[in-house]
């Protein structure tokens, strides 16, 4: 299969004439990724819903945290092994699930996959995956990976894909919640992205022809159930619910089921009354409902809410090692990101995957040496200093007249 070139290699060798070595922290790899990418493609990356209030307070959030490190703690031997859902991993830092990685680099999600297996990292793929689940899989070296997963209208579309990961090898399902309709992300309207035809996604798409050794057989047409899954953006089930959505999904398959988008207590609880494995607090990287949480300021509810009865992640505005390491003390068990991995992709395929999980990395536990932490079961609260009541909410009532009062229900 011929591999179709959308980024500019030729920057990419200007910026290395132009520096000594190889980008030293991510926003290196965003600035490089910027201008190699095209801009129909780096729009769609980059970009948030409506002002992008959001999906710029991922980022900054992280900043209002402050370390109380401690000192003359032996940190000659630290490790950043973990477990999660049962499994022991290297590293709680993982790829969460972004689409069309071959926007990015030729081989997309294969050599996102090639990059995580390498690292030790969970990997979540995208539905909308540009590469097919199968191949993935072949690149995962007996790592956890899973299956990011939509809910159709035609229900018989979404259990397809579910029996398919479990056939392939997928550890568990992450249904995304936060998305009954699209978000409204202004660069993509402005730039009228449409994704280029050469791109397929090969998830909808016949596995006997999306992994033929020697690619499509010439003239492949968009079969039917490619196109439906083209455009989710009208054909997805917004009468899902608690009540309808998990109880059927797990009815269809014995994967663990973890839940991608919750910000609050509430809906953690619902989680669990409803059998799930996991929550990801998420908010869809800023590109759903502007003005949501920042998500590490929802994590805390949603801790609390979680006690020992249900695994909780992060994901959104992981930026430096010391983000992980406030996500995990504030009681994530893993933390995900997404962008960061598509600019090191767009540098240098899985290599530059690989560098912006190993900066991650090194960053992570550098930070841990320095607050005198040895190992993840060490890292707790007592090592951040936390903003207090920026934020509190209210819940209409009335008194025993009839009188309209407000009843403070929350601070943050």
Avoid at 31 to 42: D, F, H, T
Avoid at 48 to 58: L, R, S
Avoid at 144 to 158: A, D, G, I, P
Avoid at 254 to 264: A, E, F, M, R, Y
């Amino acid at each position: 299969m011929k591999l179709v070139h959308l980024v500019r290699f030729d920057l990419i060798q200007d910026y290395r004439r132009m520096f000594a070595n190889e980008p030293v922290c991510i926003d290196d790899l965003e600035e490089v990724a910027q201008r190699v990418m095209p801009s129909g493609a780096w729009g769609y990356y980059d970009s948030g819903a409506n002002d992008e209030q959001t999906k710029h307070d991922n980022i900054h959030a992280f900043d209002q945290y402050r370390l109380h490190p401690r000192m003359l703690r032996d940190v000659s031997q630290i490790s950043t092994e973990t477990t999660v859902l049962g499994e022991r991993i290297r590293t709680p830092l993982g790829i969460a699930p972004c689409a069309m990685q071959k926007l990015a680099h030729p081989l997309g999600e294969q050599a996102m996959s090639g990059a995580a297996a390498e690292h030790g990292s969970i990997m979540i793929l995208s539905t909308y995956s540009t590469t097919s689940m199968e191949k993935v899989m072949a690149q995962a070296k007996g790592n956890s990976y899973w299956m990011q997963l939509y809910v159709y209208e035609n229900r018989q579309e979404s259990e397809k894909l579910v029996r398919r990961a479990e056939a392939a090898g997928f550890k568990a399902i992450v249904l995304t919640v936060d998305a009954p309709v699209l978000g409204r992300r202004l660069v993509d309207a402005r730039n009228k992205f449409i994704p280029p035809p050469h791109l397929r996604l090969e998830n909808f798409m016949d596995p006997e022809v999306a992994n033929a050794p020697e690619g499509y057989p010439p003239g492949t047409e968009y079969s039917e159930q490619e196109t439906f899954g083209a455009v989710f953006g009208s054909n997805g089930d917004q009468s899902l619910s608690w009540e309808n959505g998990i109880p059927w999904l797990k009815s269809i398959t014995s994967l663990p089921i973890i839940v991608k988008g919750v910000l609050t207590a509430e809906d953690t609880r619902l989680a669990i009354q409803h059998g799930c494995a996991g929550v990801i607090v998420s908010n869809h990287g800023g590109r759903q409902l502007d003005g949501a949480l920042a998500t590490i300021d929802a994590l805390p509810q949603v801790v609390e809410a979680a006690g020992d009865k249900i695994e909780v992640y992060l994901d959104g505005g992981v930026r430096k090692g010391s983000d992980i390491f406030k996500a995990l003390a504030l009681g994530a068990r893993a933390v995900f990101f997404a962008r960061p991995a598509l600019w090191g992709l767009a540098y240098g395929g899985q290599k530059g995957a690989k560098l912006a999980l190993d900066l991650l990395q090194k960053e992570f536990e550098l930070t841990m040496m320095l607050t005198g932490t040895r190992n993840i079961a060490e890292i707790d609260e007592s090592y951040v200093y936390q903003p207090t009541q920026r934020w509190v909410r209210y819940r209409p009532t009335t008194d025993a007249n009839g009188k309209k009062q407000r009843q403070l229900i929350a601070k943050l």
